[in-house]
């Protein structure tokens, strides 16, 4: 469904993406992971076409990216880091206009948005203006613009920012459900214990170079770590296992409170 090739991206002197190689099949859920700045967000933006780059290539469901634009627009979901909506707009009337953008069928729009704005528990505020709206009811909205089209890509930069335990189950839940139609999830986040829960493979990218892409039996073979979770393997291959040191070092010794003056 996602077959990336030898993708790089550059900013001026410094190289955000340094020929990324991957593919995704249909029906999987696949976590892109990296520290802060690792090129993850740079890789998402170009895979949603919203950067070009500098050289490689992208195909969704067989289709050139760089040749056929919109083709692949059509079926990729793409839900970004910072959502930027209309706030002018009612929550309804920004679904509509999505709809409208993607050619969602009216029956279909009808159906899906009230399955979701329910799920969601955005039913009620679906004629109030967005700028009334908190961050986690913008992130669901965001979702449920998405969700509704029922694209065969999902393509998805941390979706559980603000939102409650609550939302971030249920989105659990239906990218699982997603996933066993059909539905390839492309998802980035900062949360390894989402990640581990989620997805069937796992990539690493490090300053911009895809470490390391496997499953979770392939990535504690790599790291060496064959009883461990996400989290340690990833402090392994990121090389932030001195954090596990330090903090171990904290709690054997802990600062002790300063002693009130008189």
């Known amino acids: 469904m996602l ?12 190289l955000a993406v340094d020929n990324i190689s991957l593919t995704v099949q249909q029906g999987e859920i696949y976590g892109f992971l990296g520290p802060n700045g690792a090129g993850k967000t740079t890789t998402i933006k170009m895979i949603a076409g919203l950067l070009q780059p500098d050289q490689g ?3 969704i469901n067989g289709a050139s990216l760089a040749e056929q634009p919109l083709l692949c627009k059509q079926q990729t979901g793409y839900v970004p880091d910072r959502p930027w909506l209309y706030e002018k ?9 999505i709809a409208s953008l993607y050619g969602v069928a009216q029956e279909r729009f009808r159906t899906a948005v009230t399955h979701y704005l329910t799920l ?3 039913l009620d505020w679906q004629d109030h203006l967005i700028e009334s709206y908190s961050h986690g009811m913008r992130q669901k909205l965001i979702m449920a613009s998405v969700l509704m089209q029922d694209q065969p890509l999902l393509v998805i930069d941390e979706p559980m920012v603000g939102l ?22 492309f998802l980035s986040t900062h949360s390894l214990e989402i990640a581990e829960e989620l997805c069937h493979r796992i990539g690493i990218i490090i300053e911009g170079r895809l470490r390391i892409s496997g499953s979770m039996e392939t990535l504690r073979a790599e790291a060496g770590r064959h009883d461990s979770g996400l989290e340690d393997i990833f402090l392994e291959l990121t090389g932030a296992w001195e954090l596990k040191e330090v903090i171990a070092a904290l709690k054997a010794n802990p600062a002790k409170p300063s002693e009130k003056q008189p």
């Open 164 to 185: 409650d335990p609550k939302s971030a189950r249920l989105v659990k839940e239906i990218f699982k459900q997603k996933a066993r139609a059909g539905t390839t999830i």
């Open 57 to 59: 290539a992208i195909f």
């Open 3 to 14: 077959k990336i090739e030898n993708l790089s991206k550059r900013f001026g002197h410094h």
């Open 89 to 97: 707009l009612t929550g309804m009337e920004f679904l509509q206009f």
């Open 120 to 122: 969601f528990d955005l």
